[in-house]
């Protein structure tokens, strides 16, 4: 049960096998050996990728066929929360993003096959790398 004071959100934070912007690819279990991260704490919801604005928290990380898949819960009393709540139901933010340290790549295809990542943060943002 959610909270009054909370919004659930889901989605993929990472699609497997698609390359970004950039040319990255993320290679399917990529997150898998540490989806919790390796610095020792969770995996931060933040705002546009911003470490002091921390928005919520994730209840649910995993892989699965399609990519990195995320469920939590946005606290909509806080400033910066309530701010992206409407803006996600109003439709002017859609997008996720992931945070991270690459652990493994190689050269591949105009970017980097990543093969072992260090899972940072999963931002709600304007413009996702995917």
């Given at each position: 049960?959610?909270?009054?004071?909370?919004?659930?959100?889901?989605?993929?934070?990472?699609?497997?096998?698609?390359?970004?912007l950039?040319?990255?690819?993320?290679?399917?279990g990529?997150?898998?050996?540490?989806?919790?991260?390796?610095?020792?704490?969770?995996?931060?919801?933040?705002?546009?990728?911003?470490?002091?604005?921390?928005?919520?928290?994730?209840?649910?990380?995993?892989?699965?066929?399609?990519?990195?898949?995320?469920?939590?819960?946005?606290?909509?009393?806080?400033?910066?929360?309530?701010?992206?709540?409407?803006?996600?139901?109003?439709?002017?933010?859609?997008?996720?993003?992931?945070?991270?340290?690459?652990?493994?790549?190689?050269?591949?295809?105009?970017g980097?096959?990543?093969?072992?990542?260090?899972?940072?943060?999963?931002?709600?943002?304007?413009?996702?790398?995917?």
């Amino acid at each position: 049960m959610i909270a009054d004071n909370r919004a659930e959100i889901e989605g993929y934070a990472a699609i497997f096998m698609k390359p970004d912007l950039t040319g990255d690819i993320i290679r399917p279990g990529a997150f898998s050996k540490q989806l919790i991260p390796a610095h020792g704490g969770q995996v931060r919801m933040l705002y546009q990728h911003q470490a002091e604005t921390p928005i919520g928290l994730w209840t649910d990380i995993k892989e699965d066929k399609r990519g990195l898949f995320v469920r939590g819960e946005i606290f909509i009393d806080t400033e910066h929360g309530q701010e992206a709540h409407r803006l996600l139901a109003g439709g002017a933010l859609d997008g996720l993003s992931n945070g991270f340290k690459t652990s493994l790549a190689r050269a591949s295809r105009g970017g980097r096959l990543l093969t072992d990542i260090d899972l940072w943060d999963i931002s709600i943002v304007t413009f996702p790398m995917s």
